[in-house]
Every structure is written in C-alpha cells, then in structure tokens.
C-alpha cells in the first residue's frame, strides 16, 4: 500500500517535472525566434529597394530578387557583369541581355564583389565569361573555404564548379573591350570583398547598404566576417577617392539600390 502511494507521488512528481521542462525548452525556442526574427528586421528593414532597370553611367542594374547585378556594355556585342545574382538559372540576367538581342555567351566577364551565394548564383550560365575576383576572396568564391559571419558560416562548403580565371589585385585597372574596371579591396564582410569603380560608378557590393535618405551603413552584422575591419575599409575607400569625388557620379549597393549624389554619402559615412 505504502510501496503503491509512493510510486504514485513518483509518477506525478515525474509528470510536474516533465511538464516544466517542456515549458522552459518552449520559452527558450520562443526567445531564440524572436531574437532571429529581430536580426533580420534589423538587418533588411530601412534599406533602400533596388530599382530594376536604374540605368547610370550606361549601366543598367538589373533586380534578381533580393539582390542586384550589373550589365556593363563591353563593346562589339559584349557585356561585363559585377555579380551573378541569387538565381541559379540568371533568368533575370538572360532577359536583359535578350532585350539587347544577346545571349549568355556575350557575356565576356564577371567581376565578383563577394562568394557569398546570392552574389555567384547564375556563373555557370555564361560559359565564356571569366569570372574575375581579389585572390583573398577566390576559396569562397569556389567553394573551398567558407566564410566566418555569424550566420554564414554555418553554410555548408563545398565546391561550387566556379573556377576564378583572372585573381585581382587592389589598385589595379582591368580592360575588358571597351570596359575598364578599378578594383578596390574593401575586407571585412568577406576577407576578400571588392569595391569597383567603372565610369564613375562605384560598385560597393555588400560592404555597405543605404538608406531612403542616403545615409550609409556598414555590412550587416549576421552576415559579416569582421564588421570593424569593414567600416575601416568603408573610411579608406572614402579617402583614396576623395582626390577625385569629380568624377564619381553614384554609388551602388547590392541590396540597396543606387544613390546618385556622388561620393558624397561614403564620404560622410567615414567621416561621422
Ligand atoms: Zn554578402
């Protein structure tokens, strides 16, 4: 009897404590959502959007959902990418080089801001095209390394089957036909992120985002290697162009548009 009423308190001593476990292990799944959730408002809500068909410096910036890419004319029928967008198939991408009465293979280069996959996705579409990138950026660009934010590097790595033909160093001009591309090493949301400057166009990939105002931001925090290595890069990018802030007609952010004031809005980022 006594044996009895014992393992009966057991038993519902067991259920008490099962039922609060259950309760904390639902708080905490509830907390960690919410704080997700939180990250990306932070990170996505206030940007710019990105204006499909913006055309600047005879660039059009062509929205491939959540990202841009760039369609710069090369001359003699061919064109110069900065990116290969999010989706795989470059729908987006094709359809703007059909509207030129082109097909992929005009494609004559990709300059790669970033490996991150939203930046690299449609590369095995153009299959003449060299896909151009900084040596410190090419490991994660083909899959061999992975990147160290604290999101992205729970990515997993594996190869990608992109081959980077042509490693970029940071002053450097390259020609392709009649395009020529300045490079700019910007570290910090990736080791090897690049800024590029192509006729008065500065291409900032994700080292920087943009409000409705023009006010800048650095890199987002989820998806960065090194956030303070990326606002330095930011600072010494606004100072080795301020020589020439003339000539530099906008800037363009991959998730947030084109801002048409010059240099002025990194400018005043890196001087705040
Ligand atoms: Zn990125």
Do not use: C
Not at 70 to 79: D, F, K, L, S, T
Not at 242 to 264: I, Q, Y
């Amino acid at each position: 009897m006594i044996a009895e009423r014992g393992a009966r308190a057991l038993e519902r001593y067991n259920a008490a404590l099962v039922k609060r476990t259950l309760k904390i292990v639902a708080l905490v799944v509830l907390l960690l959502v919410v704080a997700v959730v939180a990250l990306f408002a932070i990170t996505f809500m206030g940007r710019q959007s990105i204006t499909d068909g913006f055309e600047v410096g005879g660039i059009r910036i062509v929205a491939d959902g959540i990202v841009s890419v760039a369609v710069v004319p090369a001359g003699q029928g061919q064109v110069v990418l900065i990116d290969a967008g999010n989706d795989n198939a470059g729908q987006a991408i094709l359809a703007e080089l059909s509207r030129r009465q082109l097909g992929p293979d005009a494609v004559a280069a990709i300059f790669i801001t970033h490996g991150h996959p939203d930046h690299t996705g449609a590369i095995g579409q153009f299959r003449k095209a060299q896909v151009m990138a900084l040596e410190a950026e090419v490991g994660l660009i083909e899959g061999r390394e992975g990147a160290r934010g604290p999101l992205t590097r729970l990515f997993p790595v594996r190869p990608t089957g992109v081959k980077v033909a042509r490693t970029l160093r940071d002053s450097e001009t390259v020609t392709v036909g009649e395009a020529q591309v300045r490079v700019f090493a910007v570290p910090g949301h990736t080791a090897g992120s690049a800024a590029y400057l192509v006729n008065g166009v500065l291409f900032l990939g994700d080292a920087a985002d943009t409000n409705d105002a023009g006010e800048l931001s650095g890199s987002p925090w989820i998806f960065s290697d090194n956030q303070a290595q990326d606002r330095a890069s930011l600072v010494r990018l606004a100072q080795r162009l301020d020589g020439e802030r003339a000539d530099v007609k906008a800037l363009v952010f991959a998730h947030s548009g084109v801002r048409t004031e010059g240099l002025a809005p990194l400018t005043a980022f890196a001087t705040k």
